[in-house]
């Protein structure tokens, strides 16, 4: 199976703070990186599939970037509504694994 | 609107079975591949299974193989999970999740259903 690891696991930061959060996969996976926020009590939210493109409807605060191991999800301007866990997936084969996730919380 | 709904989850002891259920609306259901996906209380997300558009082919975690089946209904717009000998590491919310094509993301995901597994 393919091991996904995130960094940071926990991120402090303000409102308006440049944010980068970084996950990187065990074996190439291509582009297949997607990107999920979630919030307490709900559902995982897609913000980027194909490591760099944004869902539809997602703010374009949020951008990624990365290919083969080495992927980065940045978001430009903190909005108090971003205070979030993030998740990266790989979906370049089966199991389709979760990175552990990183809570971003508010400094 | 695409809208994905879980039920069947609820509160069975050790070694007992329970049946999910996800009912979709509002696009082909027939088209997409279908996951399940888990979150034990306070963990991460972890990958449950994986049915083709025809339910010909299946997946599952090495955790739950042997114990879980994973099928669907095209004609009903309905995916299922049987859950047999169920552990207690199994407690966790459920989440269907609907795979796009392509570069197969999990575009959808319905609002989950809690499983606990205890005596």
């Known amino acids: 199976d393919i091991q996904m690891i995130q960094s940071p696991s926990s991120l402090s930061a303000s409102v308006g703070d440049r944010v980068t959060i970084t996950c990187r996969a065990s074996?190439?996976?291509?582009?297949?990186l997607n990107w999920f926020q979630q919030k307490p009590g709900k559902a995982p939210k897609l913000l980027i599939y194909?490591?760099?493109n944004l869902q539809s409807g997602v703010p374009s605060r949020f951008s990624g970037s990365g290919s083969g191991t080495d992927f980065t999800l940045t978001i430009s301007s903190l909005q108090p509504e971003d205070f979030a866990t993030y998740y990266c997936?790989?979906?370049?084969?089966?199991?389709?694994?979760f990175g552990p996730g990183t809570k971003l919380d508010i400094k | 609107e695409v809208q994905l709904l879980e039920s069947g989850g609820g509160l069975v002891q050790p070694g007992g079975s329970l049946r999910l259920s996800c009912t979709a609306s509002g696009f082909t259901f027939s088209s997409y591949t279908m996951n399940w996906v888990r979150q034990a209380p306070g963990e991460g997300l972890e990958f449950v299974s994986r049915i083709s558009t025809s339910g010909g082919t299946t997946y599952y975690a090495d955790s739950v193989r042997g114990r879980f089946t994973i099928s669907r209904d095209n004609s009903k717009n309905t995916l299922f999970l049987q859950m047999n000998s169920l552990r207690a590491e199994d407690t966790a919310v459920y989440y269907c999740?609907?795979?796009?094509?392509?570069?197969?993301?999990?575009?959808?995901w319905g609002q989950g259903t809690l499983v606990t597994v205890s005596s």
């Open positions: 999740a609907r795979e796009s094509s392509g570069w197969h993301p999990f575009d959808y």
């Open positions: 194909a490591a760099s």
């Open positions: 074996q190439s996976i291509s582009s297949y």
């Open positions: 997936q790989q979906s370049y084969v089966t199991p389709l694994t």
